[in-house]
């Protein structure tokens, strides 16, 4: 990685969490130039506009709650249970200070900038295709029932923890978010897995 490349990595990883707690709005330039130790010049050297940091910024925190939660999955042999794990991964939320970037920048973006809002729906996208995809293969493999529809429960799963995740920030608890939880974790449990022979 040339040097160039490691520090605008530098300044996409700095940001990101400042976009993710702050919104597109309220983080500016001089909170960027503070947490990465540089000059305006030396970060609009790397980029065009704020916009451009902003939309990598939330593809970085996107990859890295994404890869927390997924981490290790593949070694579950259950799929509802690779699935019951990914929800209580969602829950802990220790992996980019500010909470979900999916569901922080979807708020943030919705009525004024297509560039975030368009990464926003690709992540959702790959969200979605992950779960079906879980799904799909316990299906297969005789851990999920073959009348589920994977479509309508990966959004029962994202909507139950995105859901959770707002209402627990409006009341500054996680009560609503492992409300979710153990209502994903039952649902999954009664509507999802299959039972035994």
């Given at each position: ?10 300044i ?19 909170d960027?130039?503070?947490?990465t ?14 916009e ?44 980019i ?7 922080n920048?979807?708020?943030?973006s ?18 979605q ?6 799904l ?12 589920v529809?994977p ?23 996680d ?23």
């Open positions: 990685m040339s040097k160039g490349e490691e520090t605008r990595q530098k996409i990883a700095a940001a990101a969490p400042l976009f993710n707690k702050q919104g597109y709005a309220g983080c500016v330039i001089k960027i130039m503070a947490a130790g540089l000059e305006k010049g030396g970060i609009y050297r790397h980029f065009e506009s704020k451009e940091i902003a939309a990598e910024a939330f593809d970085y925190a996107w990859m890295v709650a994404s890869a927390a939660r997924q981490q290790g999955l593949d070694d579950v042999p259950n799929h509802v249970d690779r699935l019951k794990q990914h929800i209580a991964r969602f829950v802990k939320r220790s992996s200070p500010g909470g979900c970037p999916l569901l920048t979807g708020v943030d919705d009525n004024g900038n297509p560039i975030l809002r368009e990464r926003v729906r690709n992540a959702l996208k790959g969200w295709k992950m779960l079906r995809s879980t799909a293969e316990g299906i297969q493999a005789g851990t999920v029932r073959q009348d529809d479509e309508k429960v990966s959004r029962i799963i994202i909507s139950g923890l995105e859901g959770g995740m707002l209402i627990s920030r409006i009341e500054k608890n009560e609503a978010l492992r409300n979710a939880m153990e209502y994903l974790d039952s649902y999954l449990e009664t509507n999802v897995r299959a039972t035994t022979r």
